[in-house]
């Protein structure tokens, strides 16, 4: 059973590390797809690529043994290459992704909540994320928070008004 952990600034050595969170993210299910599939796909691989460019910011839960276990993040993403909860310029996207192992004992939770003080310090009046239905992350979300503010096919784009 885990015990603690603590949150720190991500860095930009901490990209392979947050690859490794967004094929979390996208294998929340029981079905998974290799990492090799989910990092090389566009759709994926937008999230890190290039890893900290300017306006990037997040943060890293590590154990008590300094090892990372889940990350929270966001990009500006342009409108010509949009991700899947992009809602407006201007309007960073979300990306958290945590070991299974550590799911469901607060990790998610409190980098979701530093990662928006942190953009509510920098400036930002939302955060967007996009989350596919039947998510258990979406109770998180929501207590949060976040509204949908569109449906898609299987997944929902969900915004946090942060002031």
Not at 9 to 33: I, Y
Not at 40 to 47: A, I, K, T
Not at 85 to 90: D, K, L, N
């Amino acid at each position: 059973m885990p015990s603690s952990f603590r949150v720190r600034p991500a860095t930009q050595a901490d990209g392979a590390f947050l690859g490794d969170m967004v094929v979390e993210a996208a294998n929340w299910s029981e079905r998974t797809a290799p990492r090799h599939e989910v990092i090389s796909s566009g759709d994926h691989s937008r999230y890190v690529a290039g890893w900290m460019r300017p306006g990037d910011a997040g943060f890293v839960a590590v154990d008590l043994h300094d090892e990372p276990i889940g990350a929270a993040w966001y990009r500006m993403l342009p409108r010509s290459a949009p991700g899947f909860g992009y809602i407006a310029t201007g309007v960073p996207e979300l990306i958290i992704g945590v070991r299974p192992i550590w799911r469901a004992h607060g990790v998610g939770r409190a980098l979701l909540q530093r990662l928006c003080d942190h953009a509510r310090s920098e400036g930002y009046a939302r955060l967007s994320l996009s989350v596919q239905r039947g998510n258990f992350a979406v109770t998180l979300y929501r207590s949060e928070g976040f509204a949908v503010v569109e449906r898609g096919i299987g997944r929902d784009t969900m915004v946090k008004r942060l002031r």
